[in-house]
């Protein structure tokens, strides 16, 4: 019989790098080129097979408002976490740089540190990036992080991106037993 578990998973990152595209995609499927800013918060659940390690994981993704005013919001929405993707937009220098402040504030919500992934989205757009692989690849090694690029559009890395996170999760909670 397999191994299960169940993780909460937040989705980190400013207002439309792609956090909601990102978790449709994953949980539905489907590309919605509608783009709906998140108030506050909403979530999706998603059952991922391991077989390669006889584990089965059921997520509970939360996507949370990337706007500064949702700030206060949000804190409640980190309680029991144990992953998160952080995810920025390749083709906007700012939400890179950002990324740091939503590692910051994930980790003082959830009282300690847990495994991130960091997404680079939107890599679809060629033409118009302006944060490159090896800049995203540094900054994630840097701070022990994974790194994975992804298109919410072509659906390029997104499963990866959830599958590469239940891995992570199910590693640090071994190493915690």
Known sequence: ???????????????????????????????DSDYKRTIGSDFAIKKIELPDIDTNVTLQVWDLAGQPRFEVVRQGFYRGARGGLLVYDVTRRRTFLNIQNWKEECFKNVDREMPLIVVA?????????????????????????????????????????????????????????
């Open 1 to 31: 019989m397999p191994a299960e578990y169940r993780f909460k998973v937040v989705m980190l990152g400013d207002g439309a790098v792609g956090k909601t595209a990102i978790t449709t995609r994953f949980t539905q499927e489907f590309f």
């Open 121 to 177: 989205n939107k890599v679809d757009l060629t033409d118009s990036r302006i944060v490159s692989t090896e800049e995203g690849e540094s900054w994630a090694k840097e701070h022990g992080h994974l790194y994975v690029e992804s298109s919410a559009l072509t659906g390029v890395n997104v499963e990866e991106s959830y599958v590469s996170l239940c891995r992570t999760m199910i590693e640090d909670s071994q190493a915690r037993l």
